[in-house]
């Protein structure tokens, strides 16, 4: 089983920065790792995934503003977040998938003001 915690979310204002972290239980070798956010009233969706071998893609609406990256060595992940919005409050939750099992953290709250 793994599991998963968030970290790093809090309140920021339009143009700022925050980076979430998320803690892995285990080895994160061969696991490819994703962040997900869910806005108020709104589906889950995907924010950006990076493969075991560090291979990173991100959805459109945050290309050019977020990094996703990962510590073999702490077994975290983080996601950097530059040039925050509005519309990117949500709740981000740290994803992974192993022996065909889905693993969800908790999530952490990123609230953007204008």
């Known amino acids: 089983q793994v599991q998963l915690v968030e970290s790093g979310g809090g309140l920021v204002q339009a143009g700022g920065s925050l980076r979430l972290s998320c803690a892995v239980s285990?080895?994160?070798?061969?696991?490819?790792m994703g962040w997900y956010r869910q806005a108020p009233g709104k589906q889950r969706e995907l924010v950006a995934t990076?493969?075991?071998?560090?291979?990173?893609n991100y959805a459109d609406s945050v290309k050019g503003r977020f990094t996703i990256s990962r510590d073999g060595v702490k077994n975290r992940v983080y996601l950097q977040m530059n040039s925050l919005q509005p519309e990117d409050t949500a709740d981000y939750y740290c994803?992974?998938?192993?022996?065909?099992?889905?693993?969800w953290g908790k999530g952490t709250l990123v609230t953007v003001s204008s």
């Open positions: 994803n992974t998938q192993r022996s065909g099992m889905f693993y």
């Open positions: 285990g080895t994160i070798f061969r696991l490819n």
């Open positions: 990076i493969t075991a071998d560090g291979s990173a």
